[in-house]
């Protein structure tokens, strides 16, 4: 699509952008990542594609995050309508707040297989590029208030841009604010005279200067014609009837004669809490940053979340919602290390798609994608050996080659894949998995909701367990044989080492009984758990 909208181009440019308010969230990384993705398209079909991370650092500050020191909440009303980038960093480890919040995204970019270039919002309107454009724009504002009017008009919008509006907002000489209280009163070759309703002070901005911007849904556009954007993914709320978007797209084709870059939609991420579901937010600080889930997970597992998504028509569809919750991060690992077994077993794939499969898989990716299928080790497995480790990550690889979980001898990949997950699954533990501590004695809900079949089962392990009359993998057979026995039958045998697992565990499956039981939790902890069932149901 972009192809045949824009042929015979010289290089590509695939946008994304934030307004650096607050924490940057998973969110604001699906931008990054599906425009990083496009770009990584473009390149292996032989074009030139860059990747330009815009970061809205001259927008106005509004509010101030609930999670800032106190004393810069209680100062906040100092900075409203400050650029993002005049304003301090309220920890006072950056030096401004837009870097504060910026430079976790930029320091981590390469750990996600990400090159961009970024562009700073106190740069780009003072940029030629930028400028130009906006002169044009300035010089025929009463055709570019006909559009937005047009366009608002047909959504329904009751309130529109009254005659003699300049696009422009000058950043007050006195006071210093940026926002909608200065107000522009007329313009003439590139000076544009204002006055503050919030000082009263009146002055003159030359646009050249970039102590001004115009509005948002102005700014766009211009935006995309000064960096030659070819495609930005968009969230949800862009498809809106009247929204930015469209105003921006009417002005793209109205008054430049030009058409608007591809665009992709996707829907929030929200996070479950609770039993609700809440919208992520950089400045309530609600869901993880990108620099937080490094601490939990792989970089792969997170572009590979966002980009198995699938969408039947980018024209009309949106990708659609993720509700994330940190504590189904085993399970989020788990999905991408089953996609790679299919990317790997390609032949055992259905024909149709294997195509989807191999591109999610080599987009995920964040280094060379692997010629071989490496051994991963499972993330709750990890959580288990781990902790069992102490940390020692050596020791607990040690531990996985003696159960044969990983192989003696590891690639390169393979070692630094291990210890990174063994490091990232015992601070899950720590903050999100405590169930999986082995120190605690919480009884899984779902070990509770067993049937009494079930519960004989786990009576009678718990009974040659403790008696030491069954070691090793013959436990596997054992549990087969007692299923056989209660049930009278083969038919139920999983659901038998289900129950197990659940009572074990947590989870209603997990790595060999034998290894779960004597090699990773130890023969204790396991009993102790099987036996805490049991009592809290009344069986022993």
Known sequence: ??????????????????????????????????????????????????????IDSHDPFREPPIFAPKDFIARADEFKGIPFSQIPDPWGCHESFAKHFVAPVVEHMRDYGMNFEVVWGEDLHRDPRYVNVLAKVLEGSERVREILNDVRRRAGHRKLYPEGWIPYRPQCENCGIIDERVKALRYERFKVEYKCEKCGFEGEVDVRSGRGKPPWRVDWAIRWIALNVHFEPLGKDHMASGSSYDTARALLRRFFNRLEPVSIFYDFVYLRSDGRYLKFSKRK???????????????????????????????????????????????????????ERMYFNLGKVPEKQRERVKLTYILSITGEVPRFKPSRIPYLTAAIIAQRAKGNVDEAIRILQRIKILPQKLSELEYRDACRRLTMALNWVRDYGREYSLLSDKVPEEALKLSDKEYSILRELLSVLERGTVRGENIKGYVRELAIKVYGNRKYVRRAFQAVYLAVSGKPYGPPLDKLIFEMLGLELACRRIRKVLELKGYV
């Open 1 to 54: 699509m972009i192809l045949e909208r824009f042929p015979n181009v010289k290089t590509y440019v695939c946008a994304s952008g934030v307004t650096p308010s607050g924490k940057i969230h998973l969110g604001n990384f699906i931008d990054l990542c599906l425009a990083d993705a496009v770009k990584r398209v473009l390149i292996d079909e032989g074009y030139n594609a860059k990747h330009v991370f815009v």
């Open 285 to 339: 600080g609600i869901g993880l940053g990108v620099d937080e889930w490094l601490k939990y997970a792989p970089p792969e597992v997170l572009r590979f979340m966002i980009l198995r998504k699938d969408v039947k028509d980018i024209s009309c569809e949106a990708i659609s919602h993720w509700f994330f919750d940190p504590k189904e991060i085993p399970r989020y690992v788990e999905d991408f290390d089953m996609w």
